[in-house]
């Protein structure tokens, strides 16, 4: 079973430009939750899709967002970017959300110049 | 307090011993727990779950949980060099349905 599919591996961008990653699921999963890691602050949750809906989502500014389809595929948008932005991001997949395990994927790791 | 907490370690543990890891949590409320170990580097990889109180293990690897105390630890027995790792705890609050991390402990086997 095909584990948890992120893209691309690495970004840079400049300060104000725009950011796109993207999250396939491992099959069979229907939540995606997205997390931001840096040094300092750990793994902050950013949101989480379930059914091509936005179920929760954590403490960051509307510059994030992301969308689910109907194939639970994900994409996180980072507009208007920041040097703060820096980060690891995370997808995760589960199979309901509400408890089940998280499986991460191997990370977009996004540098802000 | 922190909503899951960590000693950031390092934690230095010689090869063959018992490494022990804990994790104390503020909300009294919840239900599920999670080990995650994660290598520099790399994404976190789930180790274990645990939902019941008591003991849970898999391997070398035990979970135990005591929810009245609100804590949750791992335990690894015969350490290798290959454990020298980040493990993080997260654990499922109930209140707003989010799986919330710790900042890891850093996990050092000395060979």
């Known amino acids: 079973k095909a584990g948890v599919t992120q893209t691309p591996r690495y970004l840079i961008k400049t300060r104000g430009q725009q950011v796109t990653l993207s999250c396939s699921p491992i099959?069979?999963?229907?939540?995606v939750s997205w997390y931001q890691q840096t040094p300092g602050q750990g793994l902050q949750f950013l949101f989480e899709?379930?059914?091509?809906?936005?179920?929760n989502k954590g403490n960051f500014p509307g510059r994030f967002s992301g969308r689910q389809f109907s194939n639970s595929r994900s994409e996180m948008n980072v507009s208007t970017l920041e040097l703060g932005d820096s980060a690891l991001y995370l997808c995760?997949?589960?199979?309901?959300?509400?408890?089940?395990?998280?499986?991460f994927g191997n990370g977009t790791r996004l540098t802000v110049t | 307090q922190k909503e899951v907490e960590q000693n950031s370690g390092p934690l230095s543990v010689p090869e063959g011993a018992i490494a022990s890891l804990n994790c104390t949590y503020s909300?009294?409320?919840?239900?599920?727990f999670f080990w995650y170990r994660q290598y520099s580097g790399k994404s976190p990889e789930l180790i274990m779950f645990?939902?019941?109180?008591g003991d849970k293990e898999d391997g070398r690897f035990t979970a135990q949980l005591n929810k009245a105390s609100q804590y949750v630890s791992l335990l690894i027995r015969d350490s290798q060099p290959s454990d020298s790792a980040t493990y993080l705890c997260?654990?499922?609050?109930?209140?707003?349905?989010?799986?919330?991390f710790g900042k890891g402990t850093r996990l050092h086997i000395l060979p």
């Open positions: 645990i939902y019941s109180n």
């Open positions: 909300d009294r409320g919840s239900q599920s």
């Open positions: 899709y379930f059914s091509e809906t936005q179920r």
């Open positions: 997260a654990v499922f609050r109930n209140r707003d349905d989010k799986i919330i």
């Open positions: 099959s069979g999963h229907r939540s």
């Open positions: 995760a997949s589960s199979f309901d959300g509400n408890n089940s395990p998280l499986h």
